[in-house]
C-alpha cells in the first residue's frame, strides 16, 4: 500500500488585514511596549522587603554574637559621636574644697574656774561683799575657712598632672560653753548676808570672763598651728586622691592675731544659778 506524502503547508503571510488586527491607529509600532505601574510599586516593595529582612538577620546575628558591643557599635555609626565635655579643673578642686571644711576644724576644750564678786556699799564703804565661784567647760574651734579659696588662689602645672593652692590664713571659728557641764561651784553673800544678792549678774559675768581665758589658753596652746597643719594635710590628700601626681598647698600668714571673729563670739547664755 502506498502512503502519501506529507503535505507541507506554506508559511503564514500577514497580510494587510493582519497588521491592522496587530496594530491600533495612532501607536507607534517602534515604541517600547508601556510599563505597569502596579507591577513596578510591587516590584519595589518586595525589594524593599527583602533588604529589610537581610538586614534584620545581619542585626540578629551581630546581637547574638556580639551583644552589647555590637549595639554600641551601631549606634557610633549611626549617630554622630558627642563632643567630649570641657571641664573646668580650677571650679572641681573649689567645690571639693569647699565640701571639706568641716575636716580641717581643730579643737580646744578645758575647764576654768572663775570667781567673781559684788560689794555692798554705804556712803562709800563696802558693808558686805558676795562671792561666786563658777566653774566653766568650754571649747574653741579653729580652722582655714576653705570657702574663701576660688580660682585665683589655684594653679595648674606640668599639664594638670600637679596644682598648687594656697589656703587662707587659719583662724577662730568660734568659742563657746557648754552650760550643761558648767556650774556654780559656790555662792556666799558674806556676813550675816549683807552682801547684795546678785546671783545671776555674776553668773553672767563669770561666763564672760571664762570665755575669754578659755581662747587665750587655746591661742597660747598653739590651736592656729594645728588647725593650718590639718588643712594643709586634708587638702593635700583630697587632690592626691583626685588623681594629681604633685600637690603643692601654702598657707597665707595670718595677721598674727588669735581672736573670735565677732560674728561668731557672743554672750555665753546664763545657766540656771544652783546655790
Not at 556580639?66 to 570641657?86: A, H, N, S, T, Y
Not at 576644724?105 to 574656774?113: L, S
Not at 557641764?181 to 561666763?207: C, H, I, K
Amino acid at each position: 500500500m502506498r502512503t502519501a506524502p506529507p503535505k507541507h503547508k506554506p508559511p503564514r503571510q500577514d497580510g494587510p488585514e493582519d497588521d491592522r488586527s496587530r496594530y491600533q491607529p495612532g501607536v507607534d509600532p517602534s515604541a517600547p511596549p508601556p510599563i505597569n505601574p502596579l507591577g513596578f510599586v510591587k516590584t519595589v516593595t518586595r525589594t524593599l522587603v527583602s533588604g529589610a529582612l537581610v538586614a534584620g538577620l545581619l542585626v540578629g546575628v551581630g546581637v547574638w554574637r556580639g551583644g552589647d558591643r555590637f549595639l554600641e557599635g551601631l549606634r557610633l555609626m549611626v549617630l554622630p559621636p558627642q563632643p567630649e565635655p570641657q571641664v573646668d579643673v580650677k571650679s572641681v578642686i573649689v567645690q571639693q574644697l569647699r565640701g571639706a571644711s568641716e575636716l580641717t576644724t581643730a579643737i580646744f576644750a578645758m575647764e576654768a574656774v572663775v570667781p567673781t564678786r559684788s560689794d555692798r556699799t554705804i556712803a562709800g564703804y563696802v558693808v558686805g561683799s558676795t562671792n561666786l565661784l563658777y566653774i566653766a567647760y568650754g571649747e574653741v574651734r579653729a580652722g582655714v575657712d576653705l570657702s574663701q579659696v576660688s580660682a585665683s588662689n589655684i594653679r595648674l602645672l606640668e599639664d594638670d598632672s600637679s596644682v598648687a593652692i594656697t589656703l587662707p590664713p587659719p583662724q577662730i571659728l568660734d568659742s563657746k560653753l557648754d552650760l550643761n557641764r558648767s556650774d556654780v561651784y559656790d555662792y556666799d553673800r558674806g556676813f550675816l548676808g549683807l552682801g547684795p544678792d546678785t546671783a545671776p549678774e555674776l553668773q553672767r559675768l563669770a561666763q564672760q570672763e571664762a570665755l575669754v581665758k578659755i581662747e587665750q589658753a587655746a591661742c597660747q596652746e598653739g590651736l592656729l598651728q594645728e588647725a593650718q597643719q590639718r588643712a594643709e594635710t586634708t587638702v593635700s590628700q583630697l587632690l592626691a586622691t583626685a588623681g594629681f601626681e604633685t600637690v603643692q598647698v601654702t598657707t597665707q600668714p595670718s595677721n598674727g592675731t588669735c581672736e573670735t571673729p565677732p560674728s561668731n563670739s557672743g554672750e555665753p547664755g546664763s545657766a540656771p544659778f544652783q546655790g
